[in-house]
């Protein structure tokens, strides 16, 4: 099975709101640090997001106050809420779990924010 399968993406207007989730098995979530990357087109990917196993939190300056993530380690999933979107939030979006020597990647999902 696919470790790591990210839905929620899709078309919003700059100054709404969407919800990414990121659904992982076949790994013991709660040891894993979570994060979401973002990678535009001809663009160098870089974290946007990050929860740690203990819930710390990290965001990229850009997204500070926009953005939240969250993790259930209940249901395996971790979430990006995407609050006030601007066009440069638009992106290609990657789940990550990360724990010592193991690095996964989800599939990414396209996230386009309209002007």
């Known amino acids: 099975q696919v470790p790591l399968v990210e839905s929620g993406g899709g078309l919003v207007q700059a100054g709404g709101s969407l919800r990414l989730s990121c659904a992982a098995s076949?790994?013991?979530?709660?040891?894993?640090?979570m994060a979401w990357y973002r990678q535009a087109p001809g663009e160098q990917r870089e974290l946007a997001a990050r929860?740690?196993?203990?819930?710390?939190?990290t965001y990229v300056d850009s997204v500070k106050g926009r953005f939240t993530i969250s993790r259930d380690n209940a249901k395996n999933t971790v979430t990006l809420q995407m609050n006030s979107v601007k066009p440069d939030d638009t992106a290609v979006y990657y789940c990550?779990?990360?724990?010592?020597?193991?690095?996964?990647w989800g599939q990414g999902t396209q996230v386009t924010v309209s002007s």
């Open positions: 076949g790994i013991t979530f709660s040891s894993y640090v």
């Open positions: 929860i740690s196993s203990g819930g710390t939190t």
């Open positions: 990550n779990a990360r724990w010592g020597l193991r690095n996964i």
